[in-house]
């Protein structure tokens, strides 16, 4: 499966940005999609997924109840619904898939994004 992440941009603290990653290839509805963002000198860090199969869905403390992933398998896209955005949201937001139902680490997600910008403003 190949991705491709889009959506990013600048946009003042308290604003909203929704994401979204297309896939290609037939697939997509067997794979659990994660986001994953990484901030200037810091590790890649996961932000949520939503598995395959349940469509359960998986947040990072830091991003619960402001962001919402969801996942359209006629349009072999997920989302990343971004609100009340704070300074430290600032980020390369990346999409990725993984064959396991609960994927909560990046080492286990084995097809990577190019990564999309998103910069929050003070």
């Known amino acids: 499966v190949q991705l491709q992440a889009s959506g990013g941009g600048l946009v003042q603290a308290g604003g909203s940005l929704r994401l979204s990653c297309a896939a290609s290839?037939?697939?997509?509805?067997?794979?659990?999609m994660g986001w994953f963002r990484q901030a200037p000198g810091k590790e890649r860090e996961f932000v949520a997924a939503?598995?395959?199969?349940?469509?359960?869905?998986y947040y990072a403390d830091s991003v619960k109840g402001r962001f919402t992933i969801s996942r359209d398998n006629a349009k072999n896209t997920v989302y990343l619904q971004m609100n009340s955005l704070k300074t430290e949201d600032t980020a390369v937001y990346y999409c990725?898939?993984?064959?396991?139902?609960?994927?909560?680490?990046?080492?286990?997600?084995?097809?990577w994004g190019q990564g999309t910008l998103v910069t929050v403003s003070s």
């Open positions: 990725a898939t993984s064959a396991r139902i609960v994927a909560l680490t990046a080492a286990v997600y084995d097809g």
């Open positions: 290839g037939r697939t997509f509805s067997s794979y659990t």
């Open positions: 939503i598995s395959w199969g349940d469509y359960g869905t």
